[in-house]
């Protein structure tokens, strides 16, 4: 096992908000988790598949909802209630070791976001377990039934989820992955939008057949290049075509933001973002549509980049935007990364449809 830096998990995080393709959680909070472990004299080691053993138990925690905007106030109807002080993941991951009567070997990741992920890394340290140098998606995703789990036909169940007003509740089973997103959503949604959540509880050999390898890697090098790019002092268009350049990928627009509509709805953000080009896209327009998540993207009304590729936003300062954490007149620089190969089989592009958001697009890899 490795033991991780606060560096390297600050870079996974900063790796992780870039490839949340706008979701994931919020890059401040993800931020915050890590600083906070490391200055409580916490640590992190991160686990390699082949130091898991087969007979050994993973489960993965993460946070499900629509992510807030940056300094937003509770509701008050939510303000006679207690707070956690922790991740309601953590109390999610803890509820189910309980419920199953079971010590995890280590903490496994759901997606690569911002705040999603950092909440894993923050539990593992917790817990004194080990982070898996792996991941269910490869990206951030907007339900429950885009993983590579689901792909491989894992059972979600049993699934705990929490609420940060620390209240558990135990699914011990669920007819599929569609219902337990439909569940855990209603449960967000009474819940200011957020839940934590802890499932796919299984063994390391299940494991290690169903989750995308050296997805922590991945992101470590992703948010390492970022740093150094700005560090030397680099524009957010430097960043983004190093980024691009050294992680197969392509600068697909940049631009400043001319409307950005949206609204929270159902447990989701949903909105379009509309950019005018400046440089060498003077004149060009460019639209991304997310939900939670950016899902599909065009240029000049012509599709461009779209699910499960991955639509990535990167600010002038090189810092990456999520979504809704954008303003009008900001510059974007999108950044289009080749999604993992699992997506792009035929069972994953099912499970990828593009219809399901509302777009009648068949995928296809974009042109770099």
């Not at 979701?23 to 472990?37: F, Q, V, W």
């Not at 050994?56 to 939510?78: E, H, M, N, R, S």
């Not at 707070?83 to 070791?97: G, I, K, N, T, V």
Request: charged content about 25%.
């Amino acid at each position: 096992m490795r033991e991780l830096t606060e560096q390297n998990a600050i870079d996974i995080v900063y790796g992780c908000a870039v490839v949340g393709t706008g979701g994931g959680g919020n890059l401040k909070s993800g931020l915050e988790m890590i600083r906070k472990l490391y200055s409580e004299g916490g640590k992190i080691e991160m686990a390699d598949l082949s130091e898991l053993p087969d007979d050994a138990f993973v489960a993965t925690p993460y946070g499900c909802g629509a992510p807030k905007l940056l300094g937003k106030k509770l509701d008050d109807k939510y303000a006679r209630l207690p707070q956690l002080d922790y991740p309601a993941p953590l109390l999610a991951f803890r509820s189910l070791e309980e419920y199953m009567d079971k010590s995890f070997f280590a903490v496994a990741s759901s997606e690569l976001g911002a705040e999603s992920t950092a909440e894993a890394l923050f539990i593992a340290g917790s817990l004194g377990l080990p982070i898996m140098n792996a991941d269910a998606a490869g990206r951030s995703v907007p339900d429950l039934q885009y993983s590579t789990y689901f792909v491989k036909k894992k059972p979600i169940y049993p699934m705990a989820v929490a609420t940060e007003f620390g209240e558990t509740i135990i699914i011990k089973n669920v007819v599929d992955d569609f219902r337990a997103e439909a569940i855990a959503r209603s449960i967000a949604v009474a819940s200011n939008n957020m839940v934590g959540i802890a499932d796919h509880p299984m063994s390391g050999k299940d494991y290690k057949s169903a989750v995308i390898p050296e997805a922590m890697d991945y992101a470590m090098r992703i948010g390492e290049i970022l740093r150094k790019v700005k560090n030397s002092g680099g524009s957010g268009y430097d960043v983004a075509n190093h980024i691009a350049s050294e992680m197969d990928g392509k600068i697909a627009f940049h631009g400043v933001i001319k409307e950005a509509p949206w609204e929270a709805r159902d447990g989701y953000n949903y909105g379009e973002i509309h950019l005018t080009g400046q440089d060498d896209f003077g004149g060009d327009e460019y639209v991304i549509h997310f939900k939670n998540e950016n899902i599909i993207s065009y240029h000049n009304g012509n599709v461009d980049v779209t699910s499960p590729d991955l639509i990535c936003m990167i600010n002038a300062e090189g810092i990456p935007v999520n979504t809704p954490n954008f303003e009008v007149g900001e510059e974007l620089n999108v950044l289009a990364l080749t999604s993992p190969g699992i997506w792009t089989t035929e069972e994953g592009l099912k499970c990828f449809d593009l219809n399901y958001f509302g777009f009648d697009v068949p995928y296809k890899p974009f042109v770099k």
